[in-house]
T-cell receptor
Framework: DTAVSQTPKYLVTQMGNDKSIKCEQN?????MYWYKQDSKKFLKIMFS???????INETVPNRFSPKSPDKAHLNLHINSLELGDSAVYFC???????????FGPGTRLTVT | EDQVTQSPEALRLQEGESSSLNCSYT??????LFWYRQDPGKGPEFLFT???AGEEKEKERLKATLTKKESFLHITAPKPEDSATYLC????????????FGRGTQLTVWP
């Protein structure tokens, strides 16, 4: 009965590669988010979608592109990976925008 | 510019020793203050939402309170399983959905 799930859990790749992280929620929520948690554990929002519509797009390199095929899924595609992209990426969802958010288990991305 | 500041950064308590964690914020138009618990290698787990000054929420040994400038997470008679990083986040009315997180307080409770 997983609420917010992400795949993969770990991702190790080389600089310059393209990778994707997938997220799914079975809570029936309308809004989904992507966060980045750096090595100092600071959590910062990257994107947010409400019913497949992009509503938050923080200052993130164009190499990062979110896609929401339906309101239960939000994927993150990263092109031309750089060393600085190494972090833990969390997906989250909320019943409506502005309400409490529920987080997935995270994807630890390591770029070598 | 930090809009959410948590203190202390780390706290060690003996089992049963009550204490409080602080979260101060400078955002205007507060649209909710949220407390989360994060265990190593896991995603943040939602604990409480507070919306207005004077509001309080309780869950087991945890109690969250809110004033106009800060929130406290009181831990009464903690147990080792309460060890985790506690994160505070605030939402602003002008930017719904965007949560501003503090850097967390790492709590260790030893037996």
């Amino acid at each position: 009965d997983t609420a917010v799930s992400q795949t993969p859990k770990y991702l190790v790749t080389q600089m310059g590669n393209d990778k994707s992280i997938k997220c799914e929620q079975n809570l029936g929520h309308d809004t989904m988010y992507w966060y980045k948690q750096d090595s100092k554990k600071f959590l910062k929002i990257m994107f947010s979608y409400n019913n497949k519509e992009l509503i938050i797009n923080e200052t993130v390199p164009n190499r990062f592109s979110p896609k929401s095929p339906d309101k239960a899924h939000l994927n993150l595609h990263i092109n031309s990976l750089e060393l600085g992209d190494s972090a833990v990426y969390f997906c989250a969802s909320s019943p409506r925008t502005g309400y409490e958010q529920y987080f997935g288990p995270g994807t630890r991305l390591t770029v070598t | 510019e930090d809009q959410v500041t948590q203190s202390p950064e780390a706290l060690r308590l003996q089992e049963g020793e009550s204490s409080s964690l602080n979260c101060s914020y400078t955002v205007s138009g507060l649209r909710g203050l949220f407390w989360y618990r994060q265990d190593p290698g896991k995603g943040p787990e939602f604990l409480f939402t507070l919306y207005s000054a004077g509001e309080e929420k309780e869950k087991e040994r945890l109690k969250a309170t809110l004033t106009k400038k800060e929130s406290f997470l009181h831990i009464t008679a903690p147990k080792p399983e309460d060890s985790a990083t506690y994160l505070c986040a605030v939402g602003r009315g002008s930017t719904l959905g965007r949560l501003y997180f503090g850097r967390g307080t790492q709590l260790t409770v030893w037996p």
